[in-house]
Each structure stands twice: as C-alpha cells, then as structure tokens.
C-alpha cells in the first residue's frame, strides 16, 4: 500500500488552520460573543483577526515542521491542545501559570474526576487521531537550501501581513486588548506553553532563604486559666450565594440557622483556586501583594502559633495543604482512615474529619488551634461529596460531564453538599460545645467560590480580575464560646451587626486570629482585626 504523502508547505498551512481554527474554538466564540461591529473599523478588525491568528501560527509550525523532531512534537501539541480546548469550552476556564500550578498540584482523584466521556472522546477525535493522521503521512522537503529560502519567504510574508493589519487597525486592536486582557489566555498554544514556562520559571526562582514571620513574637494571655481552643474549618468551593444564612432562598442551612452564631455577608476570597486561596489564607501578605512562591519561603500564622507553644494540627480532606501545613502536625485522612465508614477507595465524606475529634480535645494540655480542611462543595462531581440521607434537593446531576445536566440539576446537586457542610459545622461546634470550660471557638470559611454554569462558565480558577462573584463571595461564620466572648471582650451582637453591615476579605484572617490567639507581633495589623471594633475596652 502507497503511503500517502504531503508537501511540507501543504503540510504546514493545513496545520496552522486546523490550530488556529478548531483547536481554538473557544478564543473564537468569545470573539463572536465579545465584539460588536458597529463601525467600519471594528468590521475591519473583525475580519482581519482570522489572519493575525494565523500568521504567528504559521511562523511557529514552519519552524517546528522538521524531520525526525516535527512529527512527535506536533502531535504533542495536538493533544495538549485539544484537552485545553476542551477545558476552555466546556467550563469556561482561561489558561495561564496560575491554572498551570493547579494542574501541577491536584491529585489523581481530582484528576480523574475531570475526566468524562466526552472529555476522552473530544481529545480522542480532535487530539489523537489528527497526531496519528500525522505520524502516517510522509513528509516531503525540498532540498535543505530550497526548503529553508521557501520558508524564510513564508514568515516574512507573514510578519508583512502582521505588520499591514496592525498598521490599518492598531486602534482597535489596542482597545480590545485592553477592555479583554484575559483573551490571550484562550488562544492554544502559546496560552499553556507560556503558562508552563512562567510557572517553572517561578519555581526556579524560589530557592532563597526561608523568612522568619517575628522571632520576638509574644503570647500575652489575659490572666485566665482555661485554654484558648480554635478550630478553623477551610471549607472547598463554596460561595455565598447558595447560603440561606446569606439570604438564599432555599433553606440550605437547617442546622445552623439554630446556632448562636455570627455569619459575614459580604467576604471577598484571596483567590478562586485552592493552590492560590489556602496559602493566601493563613499568610500575612494581602490579596493583591500575595505571591505563592514567596509564601512557600515565608512563615505563615501557623508558624507563629507553633513558635509560641501552641499545639497545631492540620487535618486534611481536600487534596492537600498547599504547603501551609509542612512545618505542623498534619494528618490527611484518606491515607490514614482507609477503613473508615465515612471513605471508600476514592474520597473521604466530611465526615471523617470529625472523628475522634471528641477524643482528641479531651486529651489537650496547652492552647490548641486545628485545621480541618474539607472537600466541601468539590467539582465537578458534587454528587460525590454528601451521603444520600443528605439528598435534599432533587433532581440531581450525578455525574462529572456536568454540561449534560440542567442548570436546576447541577444547582440541587452543589446545594446538597452546602447542607452537608452546614451539618459539618454544626457538629464541630456541637463537640466544642462538650468543653465548656474551654475558650473556644469555630472559625468557617471557604478557599473560593464556584461558578455553576451561569454564563457558560463551571467550576473556579478564573483570573481574578474576570472572575464572576459566584467565585469570590465566599461565606464566612463564626461561632464563639461563652468563656471566648468573655475573656477576650467581644460583644458578640456588636460582632453580628458588623458582619450584616461591613465588608471583609481573607486579608482580614490572619490578624483576627492573632487577636483572638492573644499574640503580640510586630506583623499584626489592628486595622484588618474584624474583632477589634467589638472589643469592650475597660
């Protein structure tokens, strides 16, 4: 049988108009969705960016279409490609180091929970079957002096054509650049490449010195006995919107509507991914100076809780600490209780977090802070996070291709496992509740938010200046003791008209619980202590 065979320059032009055009589905119906053509500039714009899509893509394959080398990395492209097109329409996410890092720093159940039918079947077709189409195609090169003057010509061409349509239409391009700066991170390839090029160059960068966050830190107690205990759960995906104690109106908080507690209407998230959000969290650095590779050389709260004789513990459900528990204790239960009835071979329910919780706060001998860090509201499979008696809302989406569901379906889904949660909370303080003599507390809130197919757009992990609020407003609640209310001065009603009434941030975290820890440092800032205005002064 005759093997098929292909110029190079065919070759060439035919795999820049299948990048610049299929694999690009999502870039192109944001254009269509985007720009509106109400001039004659704007329509020149419009009908010239198919061509300055096309020409840098053009240069880039003449220079990877070689012998021996284009074939594999071609293909490799193809694939990658094709599952970031995948991702970029499916959910509306954008590409850049930031979705890089949380592709680096998932775990295989995460993983894997993103991989659908359609998922393998659009990288199947628009991926692998294009790379082995490529692998069975013979190549044919001019000689290496014709073929290099032929594409030496073909890429000037294109810088002409790139140079004439910035010259005719700058204005215009300049001003979509502006008012659309997230457009360059759905254009595949260069979006991931670039993103895993900045990501690894941070990385490389990061080998400095580790900081100390205050060595002369104190802990000043107040004069009491009784140990100060904390418990901080760090919820998954959960945004405000769907909380009945934020106004929803579904009843998606039955257990904790009953409690005597303090919920924060308006919180702003340090992120809307885990791996940027969590280690934002607990850093004394603010949203907008944050940088994830100077905290992972950075103390963080933890560090200084430990440094002053406090008992830390991170219990883990979600993947991870994102490093802000590699200095404490920390124990990630779906590697150490296998056998519980609350896990099976994938995940763990909530609900194992709370085990020998009980046991462990009657064993404390010194102030204690614990993080419980939940799967919460995790996607896209929400119909995995709560048990059925949890079921409250049906019809539900129970499975991960969540694009086939209806919006009702995936909204009942993620409402149910906002009961759980609720449930989870409530019981933590129900435990704490069981130590009285304790000055305690519960401190709840989520890393991010989630978006639920409003616009197009599932999951999180947008750029924060595009992001929609579904995946910034994060709920936040508290919840104190009578002995926490008295001992640190806190006017608990005080504490619940602020919160009805005043907008806060996960800036605001890490010196509230200073405050609330009784520590003394030269990092703590009195103006981002959400309690310091409901301190009773004496």
Known sequence: MRQLSVKSSSLIILLTLYFSSVLNIAFWIY??????????????????LPFFIFAPMFIILNIL?????????????????????????SYGVYIDSDMIRNVFETNTREAFDLITPLSLLWTFFFGIVPSILLFLVKIEYEPLKSELKRRLFMAALSFVMIAIIAALSYKEYASFGRNNLQVR????????????WKYFKLESLAKREFKRLDPGAKHVRYGKS????????????????????????????????????????????????????VPCMFSNMDRK?????DAKFTENILDLMKQLGYEVFWKENDGGCKGVCDRVDSEDVTKTQSGSKYCDSESCYDEVLLEDLEEYLGNIKQDTFIVLHAMGSHGPTYYKRYPDEFRAFSPTCDTAQIQDCTQMEIVNTYDNTIIYTDYIISQAINILKKFPSYESGLLYTSDHGESLGEKNIYLHGLPYAIAPAEQTNVPMILWMSENMKKYDSIDYDCMKDDAKTKSYSHDNLFHSILGLLEIKTKVYDKELDMFESCRIKF
């Open 31 to 48: 254009i269509y969705t985007h720009v509106d053509i109400t001039s004659f500039g704007i329509g020149l714009f419009a009908c010239t």
């Open 226 to 277: 009784a140990f100060t205990v904390i418990i901080m759960v760090v919820g998954e995906a959960a945004r405000a919107q769907n909380f009945a104690l934020n106004g929803y109106e579904k009843d998606t908080n039955p257990t904790l509507a009953k409690e005597d507690i303090v919920y924060f209407n308006n919180v702003a998230s340090c992120g809307t991914s885990t791996a940027i959000s």
């Open 185 to 196: 991170k759905l254009i595949t390839p260069t979006n991931y490449i670039y993103g895993i």
């Open 289 to 293: 100076s944050f940088d994830v590779t």
């Open 65 to 89: 279409t070689v012998p021996f080398l284009g074939k594999p990395i071609i293909s490799f492209l193809m694939i990658a490609s094709a599952v970031a097109s995948y991702m970029m329409y």
